[in-house]
């Protein structure tokens, strides 16, 4: 199994970027495909954006595309999340998660099954 970390959340104000990274240690991070989820209290983990091998296949969830960028580095083990333009309403643990690159490219919280400890992010306005 891979692990996963992720780094880069905080406080910012709205308007602002952030970009946040997960680490991945374990494993051959080229073997996976990436994903990032966002979750608030009392809701589900909601698809955010996913990253297969190379840069050239992302996907994302049509209501962020355009504000956010994925994007991943495999000589440094490294996904990231750039985010841009940021509302209050972007305020959630921010996840990564790994699934088998075999397995294709996942949109669901449930089609992974390897997930770091997530990064809070907080937009104030």
């Known amino acids: 199994h891979v692990q996963l970390v992720e780094s880069g959340g905080g406080l910012v104000q709205a308007g602002t970027s952030l970009r946040l990274s997960c680490v991945a240690s374990?494993?051959?991070?080229?073997?996976?495909?990436i994903g990032w989820f966002r979750q608030i209290p009392g809701k589900e983990r909601e698809f955010v954006a996913a990253?297969?091998?190379?840069?050239?296949?992302?996907y994302y969830t049509h209501a962020l595309k355009g504000r956010f960028t994925i994007s991943r580095d495999n000589a440094k083990n490294t996904a990231y999340l750039e985010m841009n333009s940021l509302k209050p309403d972007d305020t959630a643990v921010y996840y990564c998660?790994?699934?088998?690159?075999?397995?294709?490219?996942?949109?669901?919280?449930?089609?992974?099954?390897?997930w770091g400890q997530g990064t809070q992010v907080t937009v104030s306005s």
């Open positions: 998660a790994a699934r088998p690159i075999d397995d294709g490219v996942g949109v669901k919280s449930d089609e992974y099954n390897n």
């Open positions: 374990g494993d051959t991070f080229s073997r996976y495909s």
């Open positions: 990253i297969f091998y190379g840069d050239r296949s992302t």
